[in-house]
């Protein structure tokens, strides 16, 4: 009978048995290779040694339990304990020592598992005695025996291994590959009835310990983000009124827990919920509703996290609601944009390490994708909107390609042709172009653009018409030009525009003036192409008398002898010293003839002069330099300042300045940091004249370098012949302030030979301005010009002439007495002459004796004024200071937001009263009545001057309060400047007024060099940075907070080295560096990031000129190609980088000629004349 085949459940093959054989499609349910009787005799052959272990064997227990007729083995039951007890043994073996790894490793040689060879007896853990044979032969010492070995040998012998493994009984194999591994999913079992039947697993194995969250610290993220968000408020309510008691002193006061309200509760059944199981929110959300603000009463507890997460989320939930309900509010979209950097918090600038700021690169690089996204969907709500273009072309800088920017500008500048602060950023955006920028094309860009917006004026354009201010915004486009073609070293061509536009404006004849501008172009050109003076040569006319001249039939021009050999005299030996380098060479006399050759070279047709005499081309200017720049000017206010900027670009001091957005890119001069005389005479120094932008014909290649005292002859006669042409344009207060400016000028070279300690030029200087004074005071209608009066006074008085200006202040006193304290040009004449007789004076005691205290009582008095005779009388001293409380207190009691029925000069005069008043008061009773009584008028001059009152009321009167404002501080700080300097005063009051006033005032040079003059004197300088970071932060359209933040950290440098360098024999010094070198290039880093301060050639030149000085040529070179990537049109960088860098001098000059940088020495004409 043949065997029955193997069930595959050995345990029921005796009922499988009969029906197996009639059932043919169960055979999967088989095991072929299994044979019931190989089981039965094993399991047989088992128990029977078993039951002998028992009568015989010491060992009977240990067998007895293995495996026990009638039952499974506990071993066989559960197999996850015997796994973790084989991993508690395996665990023990490592702790043993290294014989035992030895004797382990010996026993893995000597092993071998087969079936048909011996088995191990024992394992190395076993006992010897554990193991017995049937005949009950003793096995020999040791860990192992072969079964061969044994004798004598039995068909019953065996061995007991108490680390039995279950699947030598399942499986043939003993490869531990081809055993099933599984790992249980879940403690159901396929194919049962989960109602009927359970099965109960027994899993011993230990659960993995879970990870215990530690406790954040203060330094961590979560951390540091609270700090940064609002605090979550704690509503006790009902509480803390009703169920506390009043406690009674002494007693314990409980603080209840807040009690955070489930928001998982049910909604209600509606058609937008109809099973009830969406929440309040999401009911909303489906009803198309935002969902309203939740009340502080009902916000529950959170987790630290979250509660640094809370206000952020909140702010942004906020945002997303406003858009949503008015994706047409362009500024919310902006400020929504401009969130996105609070969010990424990055680290202090100042100590940021290198893993930082990788980090805070990549956080930048995330954030600019955020804000990427926002501006494009706000595009697709807003298509016809040019900021939120220009701001997308911002963030693509860094990740376009150039060629592609500059074609979405193109467009977009296509698209918006009228927008003039489109137009404005994008000429920025092409000047800061290096691998695209030529000084051609950007000045080809310049007239399109004034071309373009002159049609839109003229109503030519006719798909865009103009926008408010447009006339304004061109002339601010045009000094931009103007400025951009000076520092390109283009001089000639900048002169030659404002030539051009003035004859276009001031002299346009009446024939044409109903035109259009492109027509009015058309007729200039003849009259620029015919040679004939333009304005600011001698004997020009103008272009309206020269076409009536034309139409007459032309004029004869008569020679004037004797400039060829005033010009072969200038000429002459532009390199004295052969003997120094090549690169020191060429700045010499590349600076020499900036300062020479900076008018337009026009040919004489006198001397038989044609074009091709000029020996360098680009000195003359054609009429297509000049032509597209052309636009017409019809506001009064604006031709005065068109007439102004030229002066300023001449270098003449003048009241208005550069627009902030032109002046940011226009600075370029170290001379803003000058002192001047103002350390020595603060009281009445004279107004700074070093406003930090070039003047042609002079620029600075080191920041040391002082400037000359004026121009060359040619310069200076130019300059005579344009004030003589300009003044009988104007009538007025306009006319005046243009004779202001002429002698103003003419004093400012006398107070730089004082500086220079030129007596020679000081003299024929003096003489030069005495002369012009006194022939405009001759004039009929400036005779009673108490303005004049006391620049000319001033002018005596700084000559040294302390008797004959106080002459003239006298007859200028006496002259106008009679007009009283209304008068503002007698108050300031007044306050000139007793702020020079008090520091004449030396000091304040006896001032009730002093000349100044009698100045200032006499014209408070009113009567017949007389030179100083003696002692004041205390009763005079009374009625004069009665007479300045009613005046003052009248000014007060009006309104001062708008300009009324006085004029237009009342802020001014306020000033002008309160600063005679001031110094009468600190004469008279100290400098406390002083202080509060400036302090007083500028609480009242300071709230009309917000910037919402000064648009309301418009530019011009809002400009004449923010001056005030300012002059009216400066004459504040100058009186404690010089309290301090003459006695005992504490600084916080000087320290405060200049802090506040820049608060109000960021854009002020002055006002932030006596601030960083005060500064310098403490030792401890966090004060200081700390205001300057608060400033520059805030005031984000200017840099002057960055470069004077810088300057005084400089200076702070120099003192530190300067005391550390001291050689002093053995005494060495304790004060150590600091890191103020990391410091500043850590200053100069965060300002170059900046808007205002990414095109800012003065912050630049510091930067490089700082780097050098650190002696790092490689680190100066990448400083330098890095200013060219922002400002590639700076001729001055050019020049720096020749003295930093010498050895690069002909590779910076091959690139400036790349780049149409104006050259006036080649290298081969420097070649030349060193070898003549």
């Known amino acids: 009978m043949e065997p029955p085949l193997g069930s595959l459940f050995p345990a029921f093959a005796e009922r499988e048995a009969p029906c197996g054989s009639g059932s043919k499609g169960l055979d999967w349910l088989s095991n072929r290779s299994f044979r019931t009787e190989d089981a039965l005799q094993l399991h047989h052959r088992i128990v029977g040694t078993a039951a002998d272990l028992v009568q015989g064997s010491p060992q009977a227990s240990v067998c007895s339990e293995l495996d026990l007729p009638g039952r499974l083995s506990p071993r066989l039951l559960d197999h996850d304990e015997e796994d973790v007890a084989t991993k508690k043994k395996k665990k023990k073996k490592k702790k043993k020592h290294r014989q035992h790894k030895k004797d382990k490793k010996k026993t893995r040689e000597n092993h071998a598992s087969s079936d048909s060879d011996a088995e191990i007896l024992c394992d190395k853990d076993q006992e010897p005695g554990t193991v017995r044979s049937e005949a009950g032969t003793d096995l020999p010492p040791g860990n192992f025996t072969w079964l061969d070995d044994l004798h004598p040998q039995s068909t019953q012998t065996f061995c007991v291994d108490r680390k039995a493994d279950p699947d030598n009984w399942q499986y043939k194999s003993l490869y531990r590959g081809d055993l099933a591994r599984y790992k249980r999913k879940g403690d159901a079992c396929l194919g049962l009835d989960t109602k009927r039947q359970h099965i109960i697993w027994e899993d011993s194995s230990q659960q993995k310990k879970k990870a215990k969250k530690r406790d954040d610290r203060y330094y961590s993220t979560s951390s540091l983000q609270l700090l940064s968000t609002d605090t979550v408020p704690i509503h006790c309510g009902d509480v803390l009124l009703d169920r506390i008691p009043a406690p009674s002193p002494g007693t314990f006061i409980p603080v209840p827990d807040w009690v955070e309200n489930d928001g998982k509760s049910s909604g209600t059944v509606t058609w937008f919920n109809p099973l009830g199981i969406y929440d309040a929110s999401t009911t909303l959300w489906l009803q198309g509703k935002s969902q309203p603000e939740q009340d502080d009463k009902a916000r529950g507890a959170l987790d630290s996290s979250e509660k640094a997460n809370s206000t952020t989320m909140a702010k942004v939930e906020k945002f997303n609601r406003m858009l949503r309900e008015d994706p047409g509010d362009i500024q919310t979209w902006m400020e929504f944009v401009h969130f996105q950097d609070e969010l990424m918090q990055g680290p202090n600038p100042y100590t940021a390490t290198a893993a930082e700021s990788d980090k805070r690169k990549r956080s930048r690089r995330v954030t600019s994708e955020k804000k990427l996204a926002i501006l494009e969907r706000a595009i697709e709500s807003n298509p016809n909107n040019a900021d939120l273009k220009v701001a997308r072309l911002g963030l693509c800088k860094e990740s376009w390609e150039p060629a592609n920017l500059l074609n979405e500008w193109k467009k977009v500048v296509f698209l918006?042709?009228?927008?003039?602060?489109?137009?404005?950023?994008?000429?920025?955006?092409?000047?800061?172009?290096?691998?695209?920028?030529?000084t051609s094309k950007v000045n080809a860009i310049?007239?399109?653009?004034?071309?373009?917006?002159?049609?839109?004026?003229?109503?030519?354009?006719?798909?865009?018409?103009?926008?408010?201010?447009?006339?304004?915004?061109?002339?601010?486009?045009?000094?931009?030009?103007?400025?951009?073609?000076?520092?390109?070293?283009?001089?000639?061509?900048?002169?030659?525009?404002?030539?051009?536009?003035?004859?276009?404006?001031?002299?346009?004849?009446?024939?044409?003036?109903?035109?259009?501008?492109?027509?009015?172009?058309?007729?200039?050109?003849?009259?620029?192409?015919?040679?004939?003076?333009?304005?600011?040569?001698?004997?020009?006319?103008?272009?309206?008398?020269?076409?009536?001249?034309?139409?007459?039939?032309?004029?004869?021009?008569?020679?004037?002898?004797?400039?060829?050999?005033?010009?072969?005299?200038?000429?002459?030996?532009?390199?004295?010293?052969?003997?120094?380098?090549?690169?020191?060479?060429?700045?010499?006399?590349?600076?020499?003839?900036?300062?020479?050759?900076?008018?337009?070279?026009?040919?004489?047709?006198?001397?038989?002069?044609?074009?091709?005499?000029?020996?360098?081309?680009?000195?003359?200017?054609?009429?297509?330099?000049?032509?597209?720049?052309?636009?017409?000017?019809?506001?009064?206010?604006?031709?005065?300042?068109?007439?102004?900027?030229?002066?300023?670009?001449?270098?003449?001091?003048?009241?208005?300045?550069?627009?902030?957005?032109?002046?940011?890119?226009?600075?370029?001069?170290?001379?803003?940091?000058?002192?001047?005389?103002?350390?020595?005479?603060?009281?009445?120094?004279?107004?700074?004249?070093?406003?930090?932008?070039?003047?042609?014909?002079?620029?600075?290649?080191?920041?040391?370098?002082?400037?000359?005292?004026?121009?060359?002859?040619?310069?200076?006669?130019?300059?005579?012949?344009?004030?003589?042409?300009?003044?009988?344009?104007?009538?007025?207060?306009?006319?005046?302030?243009?004779?202001?400016?002429?002698?103003?000028?003419?004093?400012?070279?006398?107070?730089?030979?004082l500086q220079l300690r030129n007596k020679k030029q000081l003299k024929s200087q003096g003489k030069r301005s005495k002369r012009l004074a006194k022939g405009l005071l001759k004039e009929t209608e400036n005779r009673n010009n108490l303005a004049l009066w006391k620049e000319y006074a001033h002018l005596e008085w700084l000559l040294g002439n302390v008797e004959d200006s106080r002459n003239v202040f006298d007859t200028a006193i006496a002259m106008a007495v009679t007009q009283g304290l209304k008068s503002s040009p007698l108050c300031d004449l007044c306050f000139l002459y007793a702020s020079l007789e008090l520091e004449l004076m030396g000091n304040v005691a006896g001032s009730a004796t002093c000349r100044a205290v009698y100045i200032l009582t006499r014209f408070a008095q009113g009567n017949a004024y007389s030179p100083y005779a003696g002692d004041v009388l205390p009763v005079n001293v009374l009625k004069a200071r009665k007479t300045y409380e009613h005046s003052l207190q009248d000014w007060l009691t009006n309104d001062l937001t708008s300009p009324g029925p006085l004029g237009q000069q009342r802020p001014g005069q306020l000033v002008s009263l309160l600063g005679c008043f001031a110094l009468f008061q600190y004469l008279t009773v100290g400098i406390q009545a002083a202080d509060a009584l400036y302090r007083q008028a500028s609480e009242r001059l300071v709230a009309p001057s917000s910037p919402d009152k000064i648009k309301l009321d418009g530019s011009a009167w809002g400009h004449r309060v923010t001056s005030a404002s300012e002059r009216l501080t400066m004459m504040h700080v100058t009186l404690l400047r010089y309290h301090m300097k003459v006695s005992v005063y504490p600084l916080g009051p000087l320290r405060e007024t200049l802090a506040q006033?820049?608060?109000?005032?960021?854009?002020?040079?002055?006002?932030?060099?006596?601030?960083?003059?005060?500064?310098?004197?403490?030792?401890?300088?966090?004060?200081?940075?700390?205001?300057?970071?608060?400033?520059?932060?805030?005031?984000?359209?200017?840099?002057?907070?960055?470069?004077?933040?810088?300057?005084?950290?400089?200076?702070?440098?120099?003192?530190?080295?300067?005391?550390?360098?001291?050689?002093?024999?053995?005494?060495?010094?304790?004060?150590?560096?600091?890191?103020?070198?990391?410091?500043?290039?850590?200053?100069?880093?965060?300002?170059?990031?900046?808007?205002?301060?990414?095109?800012?050639?003065?912050?630049?030149?510091?930067?490089?000129?700082?780097?050098?000085?650190?002696?790092?040529?490689?680190r100066s070179k990448g400083v330098f190609y890095r200013a060219l990537q922002e400002c590639p049109w700076a001729k001055v960088l050019y020049l720096d980088a020749v003295g930093h860098l010498p050895g690069q001098l002909q590779e910076t000059v091959d690139l400036m000629t790349e780049k149409e940088i104006r050259i006036r020495v080649p290298i081969e004409e420097l070649e030349i004349l060193m070898e003549d």
Not at 540 to 566: F, I, T, Y
Request: proline residues 4%; contains cysteine; glycine residues 8%.
């Open 997 to 1114: 006033a820049l608060r109000q005032y960021p854009g002020n040079h002055d006002l932030w060099k006596l601030y960083v003059r005060v500064e310098n004197q403490s030792h401890n300088g966090s004060r200081a940075r700390r205001f300057f970071d608060s400033i520059a932060r805030t005031a984000k359209g200017t840099i002057l907070p960055w470069l004077f933040a810088i300057h005084a950290e400089e200076q702070r440098k120099e003192r530190v080295d300067s005391v550390q360098r001291a050689d002093v024999g053995l005494v060495h010094s304790t004060l150590p560096e600091t890191g103020l070198a990391n410091r500043i290039r850590a200053l100069f880093e965060h300002a170059v990031q900046t808007d205002a301060g990414a095109h800012c050639v003065l912050l630049w030149r510091m930067y490089l000129h700082f780097t050098a000085a650190q002696g790092n040529v490689e």
């Open 416 to 438: 918006h042709p009228n927008n003039t602060g489109l137009w404005r950023r994008y000429l920025l955006f092409c000047q800061g172009q290096f691998s695209t920028f030529s």
């Open 446 to 753: 310049y007239g399109k653009c004034l071309s373009t917006l002159a049609a839109a004026l003229d109503g030519t354009l006719v798909s865009h018409p103009a926008l408010p201010d447009t006339e304004e915004a061109m002339l601010a486009i045009f000094l931009q030009q103007c400025h951009f073609l000076r520092q390109t070293g283009h001089s000639e061509k900048a002169i030659a525009l404002f030539q051009a536009l003035i004859d276009f404006t001031f002299f346009k004849p009446d024939s044409v003036a109903g035109l259009i501008t492109k027509a009015q172009v058309e007729f200039f050109e003849p009259f620029w192409d015919s040679g004939e003076p333009r304005f600011g040569e001698e004997g020009a006319r103008g272009w309206k008398a020269w076409m009536r001249q034309q139409e007459k039939g032309g004029w004869v021009v008569l020679n004037e002898p004797g400039d060829d050999e005033e010009e072969e005299e200038e000429d002459g030996e532009e390199i004295k010293d052969k003997s120094l380098p090549k690169w020191q060479l060429w700045r010499q006399v590349e600076s020499a003839r900036d300062s020479k050759h900076w008018l337009p070279w026009r040919a004489d047709k006198a001397k038989g002069q044609t074009e091709e005499d000029c020996e360098d081309p680009d000195r003359q200017v054609l009429f297509d330099d000049v032509g597209c720049s052309m636009f017409k000017i019809s506001s009064p206010q604006l031709r005065f300042q068109l007439m102004s900027s030229f002066l300023q670009l001449l270098g003449i001091p003048v009241g208005l300045g550069l627009p902030t957005s032109c002046l940011n890119v226009a600075l370029d001069e170290p001379g803003l940091f000058a002192s001047g005389t103002g350390g020595e005479r603060p009281l009445a120094c004279s107004d700074s004249l070093a406003s930090g932008v070039s003047a042609v014909g002079f620029v600075a290649t080191v920041p040391d370098q002082k400037r000359a005292a004026g121009h060359c002859k040619a310069g200076e006669d130019f300059i005579r012949a344009a004030f003589h042409q300009a003044l009988p344009l104007f009538a007025g207060e306009e006319r005046l302030e243009l004779a202001l400016s002429w002698l103003q000028y003419e004093k400012s070279k006398v107070v730089w030979n």
